[in-house]
DNA sequence: CTCTTTGCTACATTTAATGTAGCAACACGC
DNA sequence: GCGTGTTGCTACATTAAATGTAGCAAAGAG
């Protein structure tokens, strides 16, 4: 039974009320998803380098999410490997101040 | 057997290299985490209407990812309920145009 | 044809999340 | 005092997701 909100793109579990925000916290809410994003910040990987940057994280998840990142639009397999798309370096763009916060938080 | 980096926090798994950015992004890629970030946005919340909000998630993980978000420093209990700290509140200001780019998003 | 790399899948094991129930502590009236 | 309700939180069995290892088919290089 799916839970956090009704299915409204394939693959991408959103809110009922419409509201596209839900759909997207649901997506990057996924393991390795944020992950995977912040690695193809600096241009595409190859899906065995993406798995080495991501640490070695099993092949299985780290297909899922490129598959759901490519549906959502995000990334794009290119002949350099997985990239992200323009709206992909979009979304990228909203979270960068994440790192200069992360590292004023890592020092608190 | 922890994987995704070594623990360098209590509770939050971490870049072996020290970055701090891979621990916050393995902290908030867990399930719920944005949500209730998101959910907590306007005041704080009891457990209770924290759950309905985000759409009766069980209340194991909803106090799982509290726990987290408590010592990371970004939500606090107070006599109110559960509220963003003032770190709490910065972290979300970092990702607030998220909500504009998945207005956009949905449109595609 | 061999050797390597690519994207990707199978599958058994392990871990995380869900759903339901319920507890102890505290506040309200009565 | 006694019930009634709410709060934060936990137990636990079921279900879903992630992990770890192996390996396949296709494409390219030599």
Redesign the interface.
Known sequence: MP???LVTKPGVRGSRSG????????L????????IL?ELRDGALTSRALRTAC???SPTILQTRLTELRE??FVELTEDGYGLTA?GR??FA??T???R???R??K?
Chains 1, 2 share one sequence.
Request: proline fraction near 5%.
């Open positions: 839970k956090q909100g509201r596209p925000i839900m759909a997207l916290l649901d990057l809410g996924r393991r390795w998803t944020l992950r912040w640490d070695e994280a959502a639009g709206l979009e979304l909203t979270f101040p994440l790192n916060f992360a590292e938080w890592s608190r």
